[in-house]
């Protein structure tokens, strides 16, 4: 089984605060997103990469960066959390064209 | 602007009966297409996908539909039981490229 983990389920954090979101998948993926869901809007997508240290812009990548040192390893980076990135975070890698998900963390920012 | 739509937020339907949800797209590009399903607190999980080479694939009480000219395709879900109530995503992606492009989903409830 594909296995996505992603490192907390809920955080609550500060205005202004720099968060971290870690993702960790064990399939040996090259691919891997980051996406945001929010009621009536489905699955965003912010950033994804497609290799080692190769990222690319999603849809909505502002206020957010991302690193992928490591091929198992994407990480989602709030530059200075704001109360509008409130959210679910929801990590996936790829294989055959159909993404996997992990357990998602919802962020609540005050 | 959002290239794939789910017109019906949510779908309320009896258990044992047949569950139909709808998907239509914009994109002539995309070439594949996947359904997720997703509890509270949850990620997504992969349902069944489809290719648009096909026009039908079916995997146990689930199977998929695809309309290329009306750019349109469903999920049927027969019969329908107390754990298939959740958001179900529609999904489409375009040839080489590995991103989704997500509906906004239709929060399925089987009642008793």
């Known amino acids: 089984d594909v296995k996505v983990t992603q490192s907390s389920r809920y955080l609550v954090k500060r205005t202004g605060e720099k968060v971290f979101l870690e993702c960790v998948q064990d399939?040996?993926?090259?691919?891997m997103f980051w996406y945001r869901q929010d009621p009536g809007l489905g699955l965003r997508l912010i950033y994804f990469?497609?290799?080692?240290?190769?990222?690319e812009k999603g849809d909505i990548p502002e206020g957010y960066s991302v690193s992928r040192e490591k091929k198992e390893r994407f990480s989602l980076i709030l530059e200075s959390a704001s109360t509008n990135q409130t959210s679910m975070y929801l990590c996936a890698s790829t294989i055959n064209r159909a993404a996997f998900f992990g357990q998602g963390t919802r962020l609540t920012v005050v | 602007d959002q290239q794939v739509k789910q017109n019906s937020p949510s779908l309320s339907v009896q258990e044992g009966r047949i569950s139909i949800l709808n998907c239509d797209y914009t994109n002539s590009m995309f070439d594949y297409f996947l359904w997720y399903k997703k509890y509270p607190a949850e990620g997504p999980t992969f349902l069944i996908s489809?290719?648009?080479?096909?026009d039908k694939n079916e995997d146990g009480r689930f199977t998929v539909f695809l309309n290329k000219s009306a750019k349109h395709l469903s999920l049927h879900i027969v019969p329908s039981q107390p754990g298939d109530s959740a958001v179900y995503f529609c999904a489409a992606s375009m040839v080489n490229d590995y991103k989704l492009s997500f509906g906004a989903g239709t929060t399925v409830t089987v009642r008793a």
């Open positions: 990469s497609y290799d080692v240290k190769m990222k």
């Open positions: 489809i290719s648009s080479i096909k």
């Open positions: 399939m040996d993926h090259e691919n």
